[in-house]
């Protein structure tokens, strides 16, 4: 199987595409512990995961909040949106302007 795998070097912290998915179930999800789960991660490993992004960044990609009557949650943060949305955009013109070349290399091995 060939595929095109980028990381975004952010200058101290890289998003590539298990912290991307990662935040994009937190997204979808409402909940870290929730995305962890579906990743088959623990909630510490997820944690340390963003952590590697708030810490460089001197801000957090994911806001929460604690549990009680409304049962607490997680989103993103404005930046924690912008790197996302950024990181999608640049993935997806990366795979369009590569399927030709990917398709060849493709033919190329299997023969």
Known sequence: KVRLRLKLDL???VLGPGKAELMKKI???????AAAKEMGLNYRRAWFLLETLNKPLGQSVVITAKGGASGGGATLSDIGRAILDAYEQCVH???FNAADVLEDLRATLNK
């Not at 997204?27 to 512990?33: T, V």
């Open 27 to 33: 997204d979808s999800l409402g909940s870290i512990s």
């Open 11 to 13: 200058g101290g912290c």
């Open 93 to 95: 013109t990366a795979e």
